[in-house]
């Protein structure tokens, strides 16, 4: 018989808890159901209020799936009635889940449901004599699973067969004065005898396997006319403990079970709960562990019952206010799931036994030998604490200043004596007396790491001002040296008290004590010269972590620094202790990190392994002949190296949801059917990968760990084909807006706390699919049409070019035609008429009518010559050219530079013309807009006397070509279309300060 009296204590400072919301995904409002499947998904099922008979509303009432960071929901199948909640789970063995699903018409079906595909179906009960008013939860007794069905007032037993088929085992009636009906709450208890069945409408009672009743408990309480005070003798739940059924009556403390005397209920000894009124439910895993849970209004209570009495397991203050609870677990030895109708999911996880933690709120900074019973421990700002060496009892060690009760924060050192203790606190040095544990205090600047050379001084390091010494006996502090530039954050003596070796924001800094010479070592010599701690061991020299995470050894008679560590997550150093195996147990702000001794990593743990928090703390590591202490920001940890091992996990990446584009529907589709989507995976021998439309494509995958841990430790990676790795972070959710058509290997993995991959890589396998546009045989056709286009476009250039050509040619044909007509009128008419004007002016004797004529006359002939240089028949064009060029040298101020050659052989008339003209019309520019003192003139034949180079450069004031060819200057052009009658090129260059260039190269035939 089980007796419980006596309760244990609770580890609820231990537990990891995390609590999911509307704010998570969750929706839905009222918890009734819960359930893990096979791969560790939860389960969700309840009403939602949208969905009660008062409210009018099209929306299917729905399950979620939680995978550890997405909820997921899930309709139900429209059924005969609309379903107003779902209230029972059961999974079976085959992993599908048997739903009962409460309907607006207050009857129940069941329905079968798939986790892998997600697909539903309408679990078939048949009844020839009537109407199906309800069915109960499903029952498992000796591998068969039964159920009640109801029809009337009878109440029909059926066994479960293969094929979901229902075999009446036997069937009753109830004659309790009022109407009854039995519901996810009616409890059954089978043994190899009988049958118990109660519930909140009728009385417990017992059958035989035959149906026949054998006796009712309390049925009086259940009378109509009763009293009332009288209070229904029913079951709350029913829990099975070691191997035995117990049930929590309506209203009583004490735990029932089934008495071995008659059919009755035994009342076992001692109260199983102090609250009648608090919320209760119990849970049985696989392993038939259990777990009682209460809620009332001081919050969660989960315990469990023993031969040594009531065992709690954890209390807290979370659910207070007596909800409805929904408990579910794969193994109660590891977690479990709380969900309550506040709309809250909660998970709670048991640290492993090999890791214990303590003071779990508070930031945990310096631990050390007390006395040979106790240890003694100081926190960041929770005051002091004394462990017991052999039981690990925690008690308040409470110090006093001046009759008054203080807390010392962050204690960066304990140094214990036999009649005092020296610390510090903020500002002060302070000093315990251990036997009244009265403080006295010694203020002079924030203290950052201290130590006692001698048994009268104490040495200290401040920030940003001095090291100190502290004179224990005068009381009196003294300047060591000036550091105002440094930060200090740890110090160690070496063996012999002499030198005090010091942490800095800024380096290494070691101090003499008996010369008071110093020695500081920055970043020339230390790979990263922000130091955090000090570790000194006799075997591996002094220590020195950094904050990026770097071990830098410091061999005090070598003076050499040598990085023996660099932590691959950049992770701060908060202490190192060793092991007897020569491992190094390296405490950092981001796990425990275990090194063999060449220095290796060997394993990583964090709060998944059982870590009070992945952050450690300085100052708080401390090796005893049991084990090993660790403190965190949150927590100290406690454990036996030896025995240690880092948590396992079988988990494996699995595709949970795809969202695509459905050319069908012409709409966004959600695939969850994991049974279907594996299929596209490296999961599966004959992948079929998964089409992507052309339409749109957009994509959107959900994935997550089989068997998942709530810690939030892993992190999430992919890549596609073969490329490099993308981190997702800790969001196991990829989008790609939209995809270039073609086919994909989708590589998606999974990293633990150490950045170790989780199971293996999951390959998704993607064929995205071209727009018609996109075909070979569309491009064949865009690139004919493309070429007879081209081709049509590039004759008609060609033609318009000509034309173009044609037109220029013709119109500077026109123009030397005409400026030949002008030339000749001035010469033969203006000319001869100016001409026998001067004479008769000179007959006259009339000097002064002579002279304005003579110039007259000259001026015409110079026009004359202009617009047709008869000189080009004459003596050539290069002969023309230096005529050219003499007379601009004779009538202005340019210093000409001439070198022509004798080309006139590769030119006919008109090209000479042409040629001739674009000299002049460059030479002309230069007269009139350059203002230049010099001019260059060069007509020569190139290397290879394949083509004629003209180049006319001056020094004077240039121009802007862009500007000038924004105007469409018809200069430009006509100089352009002369050298390109010609057959060649013309290049351009202008500068305002540096002048005008001209260049034309023209080919010889």
């Known amino acids: 018989m089980l007796f419980f009296v006596q309760f244990l204590g609770a580890q609820s400072d231990n537990i990891y808890h995390e609590v999911f919301t509307k704010k998570d995904g969750l929706e839905i409002q009222d918890a009734l159901a819960i359930a893990i499947d096979d791969d560790g998904f939860v389960w969700l099922g309840g009403s939602d209020l949208d969905q009660r008979n008062i409210i009018e509303s099209d929306q299917e009432l729905f399950i979620q799936r939680f995978d550890g960071h997405n909820f997921h929901k899930f309709d139900l199948p429209i059924g005969r009635f609309k379903y107003t909640a779902v209230d029972h789970f059961y999974k079976r063995k085959d992993g599908s889940f048997f739903i009962r699903a409460k309907t607006a018409s207050n009857t129940a079906e069941l329905l079968v449901f798939d986790p892998v595909t997600t697909l539903f179906e309408h679990l078939p009960i048949h009844s020839k004599s009537g109407k199906i008013e309800s069915v109960s939860k499903i029952f498992l007794h000796r591998d068969k699973e039964y159920i009640l069905i109801q029809q009337g007032d009878v109440i029909t037993l059926n066994r479960i067969e293969d094929g979901l088929h229902f075999v009446p085992v036997f069937s009753f009636t109830l004659d309790v004065g009022s109407k009854y009906a039995i519901d996810a709450t009616t409890a059954v208890i089978f043994t190899e005898e009988y049958i118990l069945i109660g519930d909140d409408n009728f009385p417990f009672t017992y ?26 003798f029913m079951a709350e739940e029913v829990v099975e403990i070691e191997g035995k059924p117990c049930l929590f009556i309506n209203n009583e403390k004490a735990l029932y079970t089934v008495s071995n005397k008659g059919y009755a209920l035994e009342a076992l000894e001692g109260d199983a709960r102090t609250n009648t009124r608090a919320a209760l439910k119990t849970l049985n895993d696989r392993f038939g562990n259990h777990i009682i849970a209460t809620a009332d209004d001081t919050g969660l209570g989960v315990f469990k019952m023993t031969a040594n009495g009531r065992q709690v397991l954890y209390a807290g203050k979370v659910l207070a206010g007596t909800p409805a609870l929904k408990l579910a677990s794969k193994d109660l030895e590891k977690d479990f799931w709380v969900f309550t109708n506040q709309g809250e999911l909660h998970y709670f996880k048991f640290p492993p036994k090999t890791i214990k933690n303590y003071l779990t709120d508070a930031g945990l900074r310096r631990i050390v030998s007390l006395d040979k019973n106790n240890y003694l421990i100081a926190t960041d700002s929770d005051g002091w604490y004394t462990m017991n060496k052999q039981t690990h009892e925690l008690s308040p060690y409470k110090l006093t200043l001046k009759g008054k009760a203080i807390q010392p924060r962050y204690n960066r050192n304990l140094i214990v004596e036999n009649q005092v203790i020296w610390s510090n606190s903020a500002s002060s040095i302070i000093k315990i007396n251990r036997q009244d544990q009265s403080v006295e205090r010694f203020r002079r600047y924030p203290v950052a790491c201290l130590e006692r050379p001698t048994d009268s001084t104490i040495i200290y390091g401040t920030n940003r001002y001095n090291l100190m010494e502290f004179n224990t006996k005068s009381e009196l502090h003294r300047v060591l040296l000036k550091t105002d530039t440094l930060e200090f954050f740890d110090m160690v003596l070496n063996p012999e008290k002499t030198k005090a070796i010091c942490a800095t924001d800024k380096g290494l800094l070691v101090y003499n004590l008996k010369n008071k010479k110093h020695t500081f070592y920055d970043n020339k010599k230390l790979d990263d010269p922000f130091l955090l701690t000090i570790t000194y061991d006799a075997q591996r020299g002094y220590l020195l972590g950094s904050r990026s995470g770097k071990i830098i050894r410091y061999t005090d008679k070598t003076k050499e620094l040598e990085t023996v560590y660099s932590d691959p997550l950049k992770a701060g150093i908060a202490g190192i202790l060793f092991d007897d195996k020569g491992q190094w147990w390296v405490n950092t702000f981001n796990g425990l990190v275990v090194l063999n001794p060449e220095r290796e990593i060997l394993n990583r743990f964090s709060v998944t392994d059982g870590l009070s928090d992945n952050e450690g703390n300085r100052y708080s590591a401390l090796r005893t002949d049991k084990g090993m202490f660790f403190g965190a920001i949150r927590g100290l940890n406690f454990f036996d190296p030896d025995i240690l091992q880092p948590t396992t996990s079988e988990a494996q990446l699995e595709v949970m949801r795809i969202q695509a584009f459905d050319e069908n529907s012409m709409s966004y589709q959600e695939n969850y059917n994991r049974k279907y989507l594996r299929k596209s995976t490296n999961n599966s021998r004959g992948y079929q990968p998964i089409k992507i439309s052309s339409e749109n494509r957009s994509l959107e995958v959900d994935f997550a760990l089989t068997n998942m841990s709530v810690t939030r430790e892993e992190q999430y990676q992919y890549r596609i084909n073969g490329d490099q790795w993308v981190p997702l972070r800790s969001s196991p959710t990829l989008q790609f807006s939209n995809l270039e058509a073609g086919q994909y290997a989708l590589d998606l993995r999974s990293l633990n706390f150490a950045g170790k991959p989780i199971g293996k890589t999951l390959t998704l396998f993607l064929v995205v699919d071209n727009f018609f546009y996109k075909t070979w045989w569309f491009y064949l056709l865009i690139l004919l049409a493309s070429i007879g286009l081209i081709s ?104 000409v530079s001439v070198e022509i050659e004798d080309v006139d052989a590769y030119f006919n008339e008109q090209q000479a013309l042409n040629l001739y003209r674009f000299v002049q019309e460059n030479v002309t520019n230069v007269i009139k807009h350059a203002q230049a003192s010099t001019l260059l003139v060069r007509m020569v034949l190139n290397s290879s006397k394949a083509a004629v180079l003209v180049e006319i450069s001056d020094n004077g004031k240039g121009f802007d070509q862009v500007e000038t060819q924004k105007k469409n200057s018809l200069g430009l052009k006509t100089m352009q279309e002369r050298i390109h009658m010609l057959g060649g090129f013309f290049i351009l260059e202008s500068n305002e300060q540096t002048g005008t260039r001209s260049i034309a190269e023209i080919p010889l035939k």
Not at 825 to 845: C, F, N, R, Y
Request: proline letters at 2%.
């Open 207 to 232: 059958f035989d396997w035959e149906g026949r009743q054998l006796n009712q408990i309390a049925s009086a309480s259940f009378a109509p006319n009763r009293d009332a005070d009288i209070v229904k």
């Open 792 to 895: 049509w476009m590039f004759y008609q250039q060609r033609l318009r070019n000509k034309l173009q050509i044609q037109f220029a040619q013709n119109l500077l044909q026109s123009q030397e035609e005409e400026r030949t007509r002008i030339a000749k009128e001035l010469h033969d008419s203006v000319g001869q008429q100016l001409t026998l004007i001067k004479k008769k002016a000179q007959v006259l004797e009339d000097a002064e009518v002579a002279g304005l004529t003579h110039r007259a006359l000259e001026e015409v002939r110079t026009i004359s010559r202009g617009l047709y240089p008869a000189l080009l028949r004459q003596v050539g064009l290069s002969g023309s050219i230096e005529q050219l060029l003499l007379d601009v040298d004779e009538q202005t101020e340019l210093f």
